[in-house]
Structures are given as structure tokens and as C-alpha cells.
């Protein structure tokens, strides 16, 4: 990467954001954009202003995940900027707010990489303490250069403990490396389940494997999530369990990751 350096790459700041954090994972499907929405209101849940901008442009699940789907287009204010859409006391945006669902999106890479610039530059934000990014999956060429371009305080990294998510876990990993981003941590989602019948807990996708993964490279091992299904029916249906069920033990483990990155 160092040879392919491009000397103009520079990372702008956005004015009225302290904090920008990038939530990732190295495949598709393994909860990170329930965890970005989880995490984005555990945030919000510590007083703090927070914003959740929705880069996977190709899968949009945020309109979905914070109950904005169907509404109006965001208005564009004076300055040409749009105007987020605000839920659970959350700025969103996405590009599942401007595009009609049903239509497929054929783009090459760079018009990606505009289109997330616009996303994130083009939204009047106002000011935030932290603007959590829901990185579209994998380490493409998108993906890499957005985090060269932009400045992002830290990744969060989500993995299920299967040992091929743990492979793709490591090139997310080393891709953050490259580009300086610093790796705030790695969260096991997915890591058991716990029978409401029988009460027993069992490893469905293996055990411990982003934990160990964790340790081999060096960075911090942020927690676990089970799998349960209160989280898959709130976080489809657009009423997250942070906010639906605040006090309940897996609410409670969104907010102590969040705590700590
Ligand atoms: P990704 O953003 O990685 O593609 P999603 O957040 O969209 O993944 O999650 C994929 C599916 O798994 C969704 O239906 C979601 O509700 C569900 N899911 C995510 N995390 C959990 C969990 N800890 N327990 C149960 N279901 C989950």
C-alpha cells in the first residue's frame, strides 16, 4: 500500500464532528449494522450527541433498523446540504432515503466512493460528539479509501466466532493497520445462545474464536453478544433493544461496549 501511495489522498475533517467511528465487518450478515444502531444509542444513551450515517450504500439497513423507512426525502437546506432524518434522538442518513428500494444500484467503484462523500459531507450534521459509520462489508476499494480520505477517530470491528469470519477478520484488521486507522475493537457477535427452555448455553458457531483472535493480534476484545431473538425481532422491526428494553441483559451489554470505545 505504501508504494501505492497516492500523495493527494488527505484526510478532511468535517466541521461540528468531534468523533467519527466506523463500525465494519469483514463479511456480510454477521450483525453489524444491529450493532452500529445498538451502539450508536448506547452512545447517545451516555448524554452524548451522536449521528449514524448509513456507507453501505448497496444494503441499506438503517431506514429499516431506526423505524425511518416510508418517509418523506430528506430536505436540502440553503447551503445545498440535506437535512438527516432524526429518530431515538439519532441524525441518520442513507442512501436508502434517496433511492427507491427496489432499484438496484449498478455502480463502479468510484461512484461509490462519491456518493459516500456526499453522504457524509453533503449532511448538515450540526454538531455531534460521535457520527458512528456503518461501513458496507469487506475491505474494498471503497471501503479503503473512504478511511484514507476521512477521519476517523477508530474502527469497531464485529465478527461472528466462526473461523472463516475470523480469517476476514484479520485482513479488516490489516487494512485498518495500513491505513493508520486506529482499531478501537472487536466484538463477538453471535457467540451463543442461551435456551429460554432448558437454560443451557451453547456455542453455535464455535467458541471464544474472536476473543483469541483478539489477543494473537494485539487489539481489544470489546465483548460478546448472544444470539437471541429479541434482538433479531426488535432490530427488524425497527425498535432496537436499547430502546425498547433498556434494562434487559443484552441492552446492557450494547451499552458497556459502547462505554468503552
Ligand atoms: P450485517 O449488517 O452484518 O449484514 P445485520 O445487522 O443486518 O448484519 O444482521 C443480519 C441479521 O441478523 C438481521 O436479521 C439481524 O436482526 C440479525 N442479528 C444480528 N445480530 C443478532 C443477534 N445478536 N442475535 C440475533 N439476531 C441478530
Known amino acids: 500500500l505504501q508504494k501505492h501511495k497516492h500523495p ?6 468535517i466541521e461540528g464532528i468531534k468523533h467519527i467511528i466506523a463500525v465494519s465487518s469483514a463479511k456480510g450478515g454477521v450483525g453489524k449494522s444491529t450493532s452500529a444502531v445498538n451502539l450508536a444509542l ?3 444513551s451516555q448524554d452524548l450527541s451522536v449521528g ?5 450504500v448497496f444494503g441499506p439497513s438503517i431506514p429499516l433498523m431506526m423505524d425511518l423507512k416510508g418517509q418523506e426525502k430528506p430536505l436540502v437546506n440553503d447551503n445545498n446540504q440535506m437535512v438527516p432524518l432524526i429518530n431515538y434522538g439519532i441524525k441518520c442518513m442513507s442512501m436508502g432515503f434517496l433511492v427507491d428500494e427496489d432499484d438496484a444500484i449498478v455502480w463502479r ?6 456518493a459516500l462523500e456526499k453522504l457524509l459531507r453533503q449532511t448538515n450534521w450540526g454538531l455531534l460528539d460521535v457520527l458512528v459509520v456503518d461501513l458496507p462489508p469487506g475491505t474494498g476499494d471503497a471501503i479503503l479509501t473512504m478511511c484514507q480520505r476521512v477521519p476517523l477517530s477508530g474502527a469497531v470491528i464485529i465478527s461472528t466466532p466462526q473461523d472463516v469470519a475470523l480469517a476476514d477478520v484479520v485482513r479488516g484488521v490489516n487494512m485498518f493497520k495500513k491505513v493508520n486507522v486506529p482499531i478501537l475493537g472487536l466484538v463477538e457477535n453471535m ?4 435456551c429460554p427452555h432448558c437454560h443451557e448455553s451453547t456455542h453455535i458457531f464455535g467458541s471464544e474464536g474472536a476473543k483469541k483472535t483478539a489477543q494473537k493480534m494485539g487489539i481489544n476484545f470489546l465483548g460478546d453478544i448472544p444470539i437471541h431473538l429479541e434482538i433479531r425481532e426488535t432490530s427488524d422491526s425497527g425498535k432496537p433493544i436499547t430502546i425498547t428494553q433498556p434494562n434487559s441483559p443484552q441492552a446492557k451489554i450494547y451499552k458497556d461496549i459502547s462505554k468503552e470505545i
Do not use: E, I, R, T
Open 52 to 56: 449514524l450515517l448509513d456507507a453501505d
Open 109 to 114: 467503484g468510484p461512484m461509490v466512493m462519491s
Open 8 to 13: 493527494h489522498v488527505a484526510k478532511v475533517s
Open 42 to 44: 448506547g452512545l447517545s
Open 191 to 194: 457467540s451463543h445462545f442461551n
